[in-house]
């Protein structure tokens, strides 16, 4: 099927992070609200330690999954187009892939609350970052949005989709609505999940393993 396709995309969840140990923001359990800009000012070192721990420790530390660097592989031989993440860990773009709507924004676009300098995610490498220039809180954009779509995103992910004649979606729940009917679906989850019924092909396993048996093949 992807080797037939011209115009293939991919939709990533949080099920492609999850081996690098990064968790799903759906379903976070933390001892503080990490999407509450109000919980990053009143006591930043927490809120940094808290996100150091949950998020950026596993990005640098674990880095993109074997998942993320096939994407990029199969982006640059021309096997896909593009990718849709509803993931903010920036880790399809660490991996190398070029054409990425991260329609919940990511940890590449980080805003100092007083000046609005926007840095990108080595910033984040700081115990508590602040703005060198004037001492201001740097706020990382999935945060100030309070996880809201980004707009400009959300509007190339749907452009991409008029286009799509394949679609494989890998550890997703989300832009379920956005998929045309009319194309095929692959969906590669580890549990059943709401793309089975939609999914011409659905593959029920990790996409570490998926794609490490795929990748001689293709
Ligand atoms: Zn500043």
Redesign the pocket.
């Known amino acids: 099927m992807l080797k037939r396709a011209n115009n293939a995309y991919v939709i990533t969840g949080a099920g492609i992070s999850t081996s690098a140990d990064i968790p799903d923001l759906e379903h976070l359990s933390s001892s503080i609200d990490i999407s509450s800009e109000t919980a990053l000012k009143n006591d930043p070192q927490q809120y940094y330690a808290e996100f150091h721990k949950l998020f950026i420790d596993p990005v640098f530390e674990n880095g993109p999954t074997d998942s993320h660097r096939f994407l990029a592989k199969l982006e640059e031989d021309d096997l896909i187009k593009g990718i849709v993440t509803t993931n903010i860990d920036f880790l399809h773009e660490l991996a190398g892939s070029k054409n990425v709507a991260d329609i919940w924004s990511n940890l590449n676009r980080n805003h ?1 609350l ?2 609005g ?1 926007i840095f990108p995610i080595e910033t984040l490498k700081s115990a508590v970052p602040t ?1 060198p ?4 809180l740097l706020i990382p954009d999935p945060v100030y949005r309070h996880i809201g779509i980004d707009e400009n995103a959300y509007l190339r992910a749907n452009q991409w989709m008029k286009q799509a004649d394949l679609v494989i979606t890998i550890g997703s729940n989300g832009y379920y609505d956005n998929i045309p009917n009319d194309i095929n679906v692959i969906n590669i989850n580890p549990k059943r999940n709401h793309f089975d019924q939609r999914a011409q092909l659905t593959i029920h396993s990790k996409s570490d393993l998926v794609f490490d048996q795929i990748y001689d093949y293709l």
């Open positions: 100092y007083k000046c300098r703005c220039i004037c001492g201001g």
